[in-house]
């Protein structure tokens, strides 16, 4: 199978956040107690009952007082995912067939490494101390349904389907370049910007923390190689040189 | 004590070392465990998630061990003598066959480094462990938590480099070392060769 992803056109999104109750809908989370801060963005953050959710970015100029942006936020489904990467229980998070990065909370150790090392902040704990994020509906997509967010998505702000295609498509629509599409190996949900990423909240040029990456690329290894150095090096001193010999001292008793 | 028995350590400090080595590979197993998702490790700790537990846990033993070691070792490491000079000056004597070694005192200085090696990682790896262990879940505090896991695994590194020579050096390279650590005492003239100047302080 190709991998799976999602395609978000924030200029078609009317901010209805049918997506974020459809994704609480299908992945049964409790709703959440929020305060009125001046905004109908709402709830303010991601959260352990909160998978996705629509950024609101006011953006009011001379020209168009009125610019209003959506951006959807949730796990990006990193080609490359750093929380993966630093993951210290296997099978915590895994990828599924389809691309997604998806979890499982029996496996989960609860060390929270992953929220260190995520580019986009999107790990949350919930009162278990379990990993709760979006997994792109891994349970829909395995039987090859759309999730639901994209599912209900009535302006197709939103679309799932296959990677390429849903790129070809982006470009077809005239965006030359497509947030994520080569990002951390790719994201999983790549983005149709019609402005800089930094105006719609994102970074430019998401990445795994550099320490992570030295991590996995030099501190692994070494740790393997600096053992068998030693060994090595023991067993050539001591071919060599063998065991410290010391000449008699005087005795003087 | 017999009378050509010198007694070289004591029952604390013994104790204080194989608390220290059993919690180290208790914990550089584990270690390895997380690192490279050995399931077998894992199984053999009753599963990450206890193996967690025990790792974080065992880590505190560590750390209050090497606490103690320095009231045993740091005033002494600390002291930078002629004699270390000369004994660096020739790598200990251990890259001749060989060894002409003026006399030294209790502890020398390739020991020094040894515990002064030890107690600076063992320091670094334990405060970076308790951090990445208690983290509040905030998000500001990612690069405290991110430096911590770096300097924790440098420290892991470096550890499994500096254990294995202290080993090899106390088992191999120097027969008849080892029972320091078991017994507490060795033979005089044995130690004559090695502590001369101590061995004369000590009125033997």
């Not at chain 2, 308790?130 to 983290?135: F, G, M, Q, T, Y």
């Not at chain 2, 998000?139 to 924790?152: E, Q, T």
């Amino acid at each position: 199978m190709g991998r799976m992803s999602l395609l978000v056109s924030p200029e078609l999104c009317i901010g209805c956040r049918g997506c974020q109750t459809a994704c609480k809908e299908w992945n049964q989370l409790e709703g959440e107690k929020t305060e009125n801060r001046g905004t109908t963005e709402n709830p303010p953050d991601l959260s352990p009952n909160t998978f996705n959710k629509i950024r609101y970015v006011e953006l009011p100029s001379e020209k168009n007082p009125m610019r209003l942006l959506f951006v959807s936020q949730r796990c990006m489904h990193c080609g490359d995912a750093g929380c993966m990467k630093i993951c210290p229980a296997p099978g915590a998070l895994f990828r599924t067939d389809e691309g997604a990065v998806a979890y499982d909370k029996d496996k989960c150790i609860g060390c929270r490494l992953c929220v260190t090392s995520c580019p986009f902040n999107v790990p949350r704990y919930d009162a278990q101390n379990k990993i709760s994020k979006c997994h792109l509906c891994a349970d829909r997509i395995s039987q090859g349904l759309t999730p639901s967010c994209a599912k209900t998505c009535p302006t197709g702000a939103l679309r799932y389907g296959d990677r390429d295609e849903l790129l070809g498509l982006a470009k077809k629509a005239g965006y030359s370049k497509v947030y994520g599409e080569k990002d951390l190996e790719g994201l999983g949900a790549v983005y149709a910007f019609t402005d800089s990423p930094k105006i719609y909240g994102m970074s430019d040029s998401p990445a795994i923390p550099e320490a992570v990456v030295f991590w996995n690329n030099v501190l692994k290894p070494l740790s393997y190689l600096g053992l068998a150095g030693v060994a090595a090096a023991a067993v050539l001193h001591y071919v060599a040189f063998g065991p410290k010999k010391i000449e008699e001292v005087k005795k003087d008793e | 004590m017999s009378n050509n028995m010198i007694k070289k350590v004591s029952g604390l400090e013994i104790l204080v070392h194989w608390t220290m080595a059993i919690s180290f590979f208790i914990l550089v197993i584990s270690g390895f465990g997380f690192m490279f998702h050995m399931e077998g490790v894992g199984s053999a700790f009753g599963g990450f998630e206890q193996m967690k537990t025990i790792h974080n846990w065992v880590g505190v033993v560590f750390a209050a061990a090497l606490f103690l070691t320095i009231f045993h070792y740091l005033p002494v490491a600390l002291k930078f003598t002629s004699d270390d000079a000369a004994w660096l000056s020739k790598a200990g004597g251990y890259l001749s066959k060989k060894a002409q070694l003026p006399p030294q005192d209790e502890i020398n200085a390739g020991q020094k480094l040894l515990y002064i090696a030890v107690l600076v990682l063992g320091t670094a790896i334990s405060v970076t462990g308790v951090i990445i262990w208690l983290r509040p879940d905030m998000a500001n505090l990612n690069s405290a938590v991110l430096l911590s896991f770096l300097i924790h695994n440098i420290s892991f590194v470096l550890f499994l480099i500096v254990i294995p020579v202290h080993i090899y050096m106390a088992t191999l390279a120097n027969p008849g070392t080892l029972r320091i650590m078991i017994s507490g005492t060795v033979p005089v003239e044995w130690a004559r060769k090695r502590h001369a100047k101590w061995v004369q302080k000590m009125g033997y």
